[in-house]
């Protein structure tokens, strides 16, 4: 990547510079993508080109779009050095993903909230930031915009999913992550993660 000066956009004060010589350690052909539901980046090998490519959603807050690069940058030298012979969230990118991480903690980029949350999902990172409830709220505070998780949306509220606008829903009672929550045009009901994010409808005059 070359235009470095275009992540100052997406990126959390006082780590460009960081960042910057991470890329040029560990080159990528960068790309900054659309919103995707099922993804917040990804990485893909192109063994018959000089870069491979990692792809980050757009619409990320800073502290979610750093720990997203440094997630797929992570897969980028795990491919590197082992290609597609070792787990993609195996022990080799777990260590690689701790690697590029700890700088960052260390300087202090992150918030507290996200930094001692981020400290726990570290000890056992995952596939997706999202995996973790802890590191996801933590992160979700820094979101432009008016959606909440459903874990912070009381019992009965009446919402619709940000990623699904065309389902609405009545919230209902937890089950270990995920809440029986009532369709309302259908009344089907649905299980849906306490980490979705939605959207509350106000409630109509009586």
């Not at 052909?29 to 080109?49: E, V, Y």
């Not at 490519?53 to 757009?58: E, G, L, P, R, Y």
């Not at 700088?103 to 000890?123: A, D, H, S, T, W």
């Amino acid at each position: 990547m070359k235009n470095f000066h275009v992540l100052e956009h997406f990126l959390p004060p006082g780590s460009v510079e960081m960042v910057e010589s991470m890329l040029k350690c560990f080159p990528v052909n960068l790309r900054i993508s659309k919103t995707r539901a099922s993804k917040l980046g990804d990485f893909r090998p192109l063994p018959s080109q000089q870069f491979h490519i990692i792809s980050i959603n757009h619409d990320l807050n800073p502290f979610a779009f750093l720990i997203t690069l440094v997630h797929e940058v992570a897969h980028r030298n795990t491919w590197n050095e082992h290609l597609d012979k070792v787990s993609p969230h195996g022990s080799e990118w777990k260590q690689h993903f701790r690697s590029l991480m700890i700088p960052y903690i260390e300087k202090g980029i992150f918030p507290q909230g996200v930094n001692m949350e981020l400290g726990r999902y570290m000890q056992n990172p995952a596939a997706s930031s999202c995996s973790s409830p802890g590191l996801t709220k933590a992160l979700k505070v820094f979101d432009k915009g008016d959606s909440l998780l459903l874990d912070d949306v009381p019992t009965g509220s009446i919402f619709i999913i940000k990623d699904n606008v065309k389902l609405m829903f009545k919230k209902g009672d937890k089950a270990r992550s995920r809440y029986l929550c009532l369709e309302m045009r259908t009344n089907r009901k649905y299980w849906v993660s306490g980490l979705a994010e939605v959207i509350v409808q106000p409630k109509k005059d009586s």
